[in-house]
């Protein structure tokens, strides 16, 4: 059972007076996700916002369309996937050129576990956690989504080639050259952060990080 299958389902007819509760509702259920992802892939806030309104400007007008052949989530992380890369690729072009800081990104992204670390710690980790994002976003487009829904989003491989429409062996393909080009992308660069690099270029944390190995 899908679970947004309730809400889809009152939002696919517009003549309902349930629709607009029932779109509120699906909105509220994944903007975050559908920010994060967007911010992910665009490396801007200002890309990922107008991400975000993208997507749910074609939800609304394309909902009614949706046939349930996949989770409505998978569906609608396509969009998303879709409309950044749009987005980067308009942005590439020179229709669009704007910058945000990395300190522009909400809160929603920090962990919520209560676990006490030491500011230099936290420092730290932090620009570990700059440097990646900084390196990723060199990447393609299409590289760059396939490491964010896999690595961040947590997707399986199943979910992958569902939400990039995607055969399964062209899904594998992407994943490891998007990993080529984030190893060459960090190549030299993660020793000042306590990771060592092995004879095949892998990086692992020599320290008490508690971090697993990097690309």
């Known amino acids: 059972m899908d679970p947004d299958q309730g809400l889809v389902e009152r939002c696919q007819n517009p003549d309902s007076d349930e629709f607009e509760a029932a779109f509120e509702a699906l909105y509220h259920r994944y903007r975050d996700r559908v920010y994060s992802m967007a911010y992910r892939i665009t490396g801007t806030s200002a890309d990922a916002m107008d991400v975000v309104q993208e997507t749910f400007s074609l939800l609304f007008r394309k909902i009614a369309a949706f046939r349930a052949e996949s989770l409505f989530s998978t569906w609608l992380f396509r969009i998303v996937v879709n409309c950044a890369i749009d987005s980067r690729r308009q942005a590439r072009s020179g229709l ?6 990395l300190s522009q990104l909400t809160g929603a992204e920090q962990p919520t576990d209560e676990v006490t670390t030491r500011p230099e710690d936290a420092a730290e980790l932090g620009e570990l956690g700059d440097h990646v994002h900084g390196s990723i976003q060199k990447l393609s487009p299409k590289l760059r989504a396939v490491l964010v829904l896999r ?3 947590h ?3 199943d979910e992958l080639c569902a939400t990039l429409g995607l055969s399964m062996g062209t899904v594998k393909s992407r994943m490891a050259r998007a990993h080529v080009a984030l190893q060459r992308e960090l190549a030299g660069t993660l020793e000042p952060f306590g990771y060592q690099a092995d004879t095949d270029g892998n990086y692992s944390s020599g320290s008490d990080h508690g971090q697993e190995g990097v690309a």
């Open 151 to 153: 690595h961040l989003e």
């Open 155 to 157: 997707q399986n491989y």
């Open 96 to 101: 669009r050129r704007r910058t945000a800081s």
